[in-house]
């Protein structure tokens, strides 16, 4: 089995799906995508290329998975949602044991697209999941981290989570792990 992951460590939706491969299949091959520029080591247009010959429409965005496994059809997707659901289908130990939560997490954050100067909708949200379980998607860490965790990291440096203490003391946790470190890069972008 050999899993690929097309990628920028910048981007927070390549981060989502980095996040649960470092958890679940931390021998997986990283790609970086050169996004910026058709020269490089492996420019948009070699993307495109992958795309197209796993009979995907190429559009050159990340993240990108590819899959392949000796004697079966190689799978490749696009988005960081469904990656994560595949990721889910291979490892079910990611799946969010509270569905309500991860529904919950997931339309915040994608809220969170239309204002990223005022994430307080977002924390609030999130500092009331942590009352209620040990991670955001139930007593385990699930998919459900993956999708919130690249977007509280950009929180934490632009704004805060001061006052949010639930949830400060649930990112503080999660940081210290070796599949987040891997994954969220020191410097970063928004990106929608």
């Keep these: 089995m050999r899993i690929t992951l097309y990628t920028h460590p910048m981007c927070p939706f390549a981060q989502k799906a980095a996040i649960a491969l470092n958890y679940a299949f931390p021998d997986y091959t990283s790609q970086t995508v050169n996004l910026y520029s058709s020269s490089g080591p492996f420019p948009k247009s070699k993307l495109r290329e992958v795309e197209s010959n796993y009979g995907l429409t190429p559009k050159g965005y990340i993240p990108v998975l590819l899959h392949e496994v000796e004697g079966s059809d190689p799978v490749c997707l696009q988005e960081s949602d469904d990656i994560l659901d595949y990721i889910v289908s ?50 385990s860490f699930s998919t459900t981290d993956c999708i919130a965790l690249p977007f509280l990291q950009r929180i934490k440096e632009t704004h805060s989570l001061e006052g949010f203490d639930r949830l400060n003391e649930y990112y503080s946790k999660v940081e210290g792990e070796e599949y987040y470190k891997k994954s969220c890069s020191s410097e970063w972008w928004w990106w929608w």
């Design 90 to 139: 291979l490892d079910e130990s990611l799946k969010p044991s509270n569905l309500a939560n991860h529904n919950t997490v997931r339309r915040a954050v994608k809220a969170l697209s239309t204002n990223t100067n005022k994430p307080d909708s977002l924390l609030t949200t999130l500092d009331g999941v942590c009352s209620t379980s040990a991670f955001l998607g139930g007593d």
